[in-house]
């Protein structure tokens, strides 16, 4: 059976997802991870694996997740394909009718949403193109010589080059839109497009079924008489009151078509040339009547530009009084989480930072100069024959904060799940804890310097050294902190492998994701 799903789903879910990340109700998250991607695979910084999608893999991006990032209503849009206006490009005009049988003059391509009819002007004003010259002299279309800048309601040309463009103006990206949403390949669509007042000046002043532009396809031969404009030709259709200005030249042929009255109302339409005393001529003339979408152009943008891809943004930085965000070891994945759930609860996380790594406060002579080596294995006896392992994810000698994570390639499993033979530490994960049993210590030792223990003397979440307060990111308990979020919650949405990166204590990453529906 012939079917399809149309563009407009793809529209409605992408609209669907916006709206249920700006719900208060739900939670979202940007997240990075992977400290170890050579475990994965040697050349990962060369050739990054594409993601896994299944249960198995999901458990493996929680285990090695480091910290999360909530995306708020303000950062997330729907955006289009980014094309900035440039001087001698010839682009696609706006048809209600391309299709794989009547594809783009330009682009060639065989839907609106494809075509190259959207333009960013230099001053990130957007506009779509109405009209590209194209005539039975053009049949190509013309290269476009004069920038749209204007912020006019209604369509016009944008110079006095005569290139035959007319543009429609839609909108403005504010400031702070172009610094979180516009990327090398999109840009940004405003929010509440529908509802808002900061654009209802051009959705108000879109009226359903108006017409703007008529093509020639065919000029006619011996129209006359020569030289004569006719006013007022009606164009039939399921709508009314739109008529146009037809003007025929010293060859007895359309030279040019002008739409005088918009009307209302059409889905389609024809000139009716001898509704408005036009002679047909030896050879009638034809046009095509470019229907706008539905509720006119300007009234429902992500309609009218095929907004079905969504932006995410995220801002990772070191923030002193909330640290979540480590440095000095690597991060090789980036991903989106819905809903994940706050650590020993059933509550939805809500804090604007969430580490989702564990933590020891360590004491000991020589603390302030030991090191632990990044990816680094080390472990507590917690009783006799029993040892919790954690693998180094950064170590702070100023404060003694170890943050570390735990998989399962600690308790004798391969990263694909595979149980190895003879386990050094058994196929149990243990917990790192500061009530050691009979046989066990506090006991951690680093990769060089003297053994610290677990200052079990430490409960907050942040400790004053030489008069100046220090903020760990986490609550201690006699010196162990749990994840902030807890581990396999939620539902992990997107997923990106990426050549890994080191931060520094200077560096801020902007994270923006594009989901396509």
């Not at 009209?131 to 006095?160: M, V």
């Amino acid at each position: 059976m012939a079917a399809i799903i149309t563009d407009q789903i793809r529209i409605l879910n992408a609209g669907n997802f916006v709206a249920g990340v700006t719900n208060s109700s739900n939670s979202y998250y940007s997240f990075i991870g992977l400290p170890n991607p050579a475990d994965y695979q040697e050349d990962w910084n060369q050739d990054p694996p594409s993601p896994k999608d299944n249960f198995d893999q999901e458990s493996d991006y929680w285990d090695t997740m480091v910290a999360l990032k909530k995306i708020n209503a303000a950062d997330i849009r729907q955006v289009v394909p980014k094309r900035v206006w440039s001087s001698g490009t010839t682009y696609d005009m706006y048809r209600h009718d391309y299709s794989r049988t009547n594809t783009a003059v330009v682009s060639g391509s065989t839907s609106l949403y494809l075509a190259n009819y959207i333009v960013m002007n230099s001053d990130f004003r957007v506009y779509i193109c109405l009209h590209n010259g194209i005539d039975p002299d053009n049949p190509t279309a013309k290269p476009s010589l004069d920038e749209p800048t204007f912020t006019d309601l209604e369509p016009r040309s944008a110079g006095t080059s005569g290139d035959g463009y007319v543009w429609k103006y839609l909108y403005s990206i504010k400031p702070s839109d172009v610094a979180k949403f516009e990327s090398t390949e999109y840009l940004p669509v405003p929010s509440e497009w529908l509802t808002s007042t900061e654009n209802s000046a051009v959705r108000d002043n879109a009226v359903d079924g108006s017409i703007k532009i008529i093509t020639i396809t065919n000029r006619g031969i011996g129209l006359g008489p020569a030289n004569t404009t006719y006013t007022n030709v009606p164009i039939r259709g399921d709508g009314s009151g739109a008529e146009c200005t037809i003007t025929i030249d010293g060859n007895q042929q359309v030279s040019s078509i002008t739409v005088s009255d918009q009307g209302s109302g059409y889905t389609y339409g024809n000139v009716d040339l001898v509704g408005g005393g036009v002679p047909t001529g030896t050879t009638r003339p034809e046009f095509n009547v470019i229907i706008p979408p539905q509720g006119g152009h300007g009234a429902n943008i992500y309609r009218e530009l095929g907004a079905y891809n969504v932006l995410l943004y995220s801002r990772i930085e070191n923030d002193s009084s909330n640290p979540d965000f480590i440095t000095g070891n690597q991060i090789a994945r980036i991903g989106i989480v819905e809903n994940p759930q706050q650590f020993g609860s059933t509550d939805i996380l809500t804090s604007d930072k969430a580490s989702a790594l564990g933590a020891l406060k360590l004491v000991g002579t020589g603390y302030s100069t030991a090191t632990f080596d990044p990816d680094s294995y080390f472990t507590q006896t917690i009783s006799t024959g029993t040892t919790a392992v954690g693998r180094v994810v950064n170590y702070d000698s100023t404060t003694g904060v170890l943050k570390f994570w735990q998989d399962r390639s600690l308790a004798g499993f391969a990263t694909v799940g595979t149980g190895q033979t003879n386990p050094t530490y058994g196929y149990e994960l243990q917990e790192f804890t500061a009530t050691p049993g009979s046989g066990g210590s506090l006991t951690v030792t680093p990769s060089t310097g003297l053994n610290l223990t677990i200052d079990t003397d430490f409960t907050g979440i942040s400790t004053v050294i030489n008069n100046r307060t220090y903020y760990l990111g986490q609550t201690f308990t006699n010196g162990v902190a749990n994840p902030e979020v807890k581990k396999h919650s939620g539902s992990i949405v997107y997923v990106d492998n990426r050549p890994s990166i080191t931060r520094s204590s200077n560096q801020k990453e902007d994270i923006k994701v594009i989901l396509q529906f």
